[in-house]
């Protein structure tokens, strides 16, 4: 099948969809769905780790800021379990998910008792954790 507009050379109707396709699959950062996730991460954040944590200042948990990046039990001000201290672990996208879904079974004898149970849940959260960069 093609299709012509006045004026135009005639195109297949495959050269219309597939950029739209690819797109689509590739989902390009700063894309619409990438805003949701992150801005449903930040609200599933509010909402299930606020209680214990916050981006800049430490709670119960650690500051969040510049989790990502970071090795596990790192930051100087704050009093780490020996476990997380003593974990080299290093907190990226993936071993952030593992932490999400079972923090025991990730470092065993580390301090947190609160797991999120919804994958997208924890996609999103992690999405979110991802944009709060280092302040310089």
Partial sequence: MTSTFPGHTPV??????????????????????????????RAVYAAH????????????GPA????VGRRAGALKDFDYSPALRN????WTRATLKAWLTDPEALI??????????????????VAYLATLKRLP
């Fill in 12 to 41: 297949s109707a495959h050269t219309l969809w597939a950029p739209w396709l690819l797109a689509a699959l590739l989902g390009a950062a700063g894309s619409p769905a990438l805003a949701q996730s992150v801005e449903r991460g």
């Fill in 49 to 60: 780790c606020a209680s214990c944590h916050s981006t800049d200042t430490h709670q119960d």
């Fill in 64 to 67: 969040h800021r510049g989790v």
């Fill in 87 to 90: 974990s080299k672990i290093l």
């Fill in 108 to 125: 065993p004898g580390q301090g947190m008792d609160y797991s999120l149970d919804n994958d997208r849940d924890r996609e999103d959260v």
